[in-house]
């Protein structure tokens, strides 16, 4: 390793060392103030609140590897440009696509720490914590589903499942029977599944009935979403949200569902995220060079700095609102899910490494 490459990554991972702690403890306030609720109104232990703390900042973590590269990689190039030292480099015949290759370098890097957390750290850290504050917080017994028997998910809400495939927690035959202020609706449904944050029901009819209880409306659906209540939720917390797998387990998962004949875009989707947000580390990593070499190119003054971190901080802002625009899309079938989780890291890399180039060869360099 060239004295470039161990200077350049010595000052970049200290620099995302720095950032990754304060982003954490930033995320964690609004986790900390439920925490103290939990300690103060419900008689939680204190061990167990911070279990709870510790064991959800792997997840917390997750979105803010792209961002703690971003820091690291401004405030690296910030400081050699305002110094000169990108001046001398380049004096000294070295191409602008050489000098930001430890930056690449530590991209990737940083991606790997981040797959790895996400992919084995995150899952189990989130099943642990989920599972404590089920525990010491809810205090529930899970619903108990039976087939063939009526149940009440609330108030308002009873249900009614001929068959569950326990292994893949699919039902079949489904009625849903909701009260309102006039007469009842009724919802039928050939198969149901849940998909880790609502019920999915798939190839059912509506029914809905005037005030002396005549049919008035009948209308089918091929996909109807609905909101459950928590104690009802209780009964899948058998069954893992993407959060809480593996990329192998979801892979697993997603094959079950499609030999039962199920949907799977959002479970497709959240695969494919599994691997795009590491990835986005180093798309980060492009973005911080390309926007500091295009902003502190032509002087090395207060403003100028201002204007890149200015330009720093809107593109992180839009980054995860294409995020989750495209993610939204991929979960309702609009976009195939690899594009649903990749869009956004394609445009920004694309954009990124052609602004490099520009300035690269604008330099002389090659």
Excluded at 87 to 108: C, H, K, Q, Y
Excluded at 145 to 163: A, C, G, K, P, V
Aim: glycine share 8%; proline share 3%.
């Amino acid at each position: 390793m060239k004295i470039l490459d161990r200077y350049m990554l010595s000052e970049l991972l200290m620099l995302f060392g720095l950032g990754m702690a304060a982003l954490v403890i930033i995320g964690t306030i609004d986790l900390v103030f439920s925490l103290i609720d939990m300690f103060v109104n419900n008689g939680v232990p204190f061990p167990v609140v911070f279990k709870i703390l510790i064991f959800k900042i792997p997840a917390i973590m997750v979105l803010f590897f792209p961002m703690a590269v971003l820091f690291a990689v401004a405030i690296t190039l910030i400081r050699m440009i305002t110094a000169s030292e990108i001046t001398a480099l380049r004096a000294g015949g070295l191409s602008l696509l050489r000098i930001t290759a430890p930056i690449v370098g530590a991209g990737v890097l940083a991606a790997c720490l981040s797959f790895a957390n996400n992919d084995l750290l995150t899952p189990w850290a989130n099943a642990v914590s989920d599972g404590l504050i089920d525990k010491a917080v809810l205090k529930k017994p899970l619903t108990d589903i039976l087939e063939n028997t009526f149940f009440r998910e609330s108030e308002s809400r009873y249900f009614y499942i001929r068959r569950i495939d326990r292994r893949t927690d699919v039902m079949e035959d489904i009625a849903v029977y909701e009260l309102t202020n006039n007469f009842p609706r009724v919802i039928t449904a050939k198969r149901a599944y849940w998909d880790g944050s609502e019920w999915r029901l798939e190839n059912g009819i509506i029914h809905k009935y005037d005030e002396q209880g005549v049919l008035s409306y009948q209308g089918n659906f091929a996909q109807l979403s609905l909101n459950i209540g928590r104690s009802f939720y209780n009964y899948y917390k058998s069954q893992k949200t993407p959060s809480e797998m593996s990329t192998q387990e979801l892979r697993g998962r997603i094959a079950e569902l499609r030999s039962s004949g199920v949907a799977t875009s959002a479970l497709q989707t959240a695969y494919h995220l599994k691997y795009s947000m590491p990835a986005a580390c180093l798309i980060f990593a492009l973005v911080g060079t390309a926007l500091l070499l295009l902003a502190l190119g032509h002087g090395r003054d207060v403003w100028s700095v201002v204007v890149a971190v200015i330009l720093a901080l809107l593109s992180v802002g839009f980054y995860f609102f294409l995020m989750a625009a495209f993610r939204a899309w991929g979960r309702g079938g609009m976009v195939t899910p690899f594009w649903a989780a990749w869009s956004p890291n394609f445009i920004y890399g694309s954009l990124a490494a052609g602004i490099i180039g520009v300035r690269n060869f604008s330099k002389g360099g090659g």
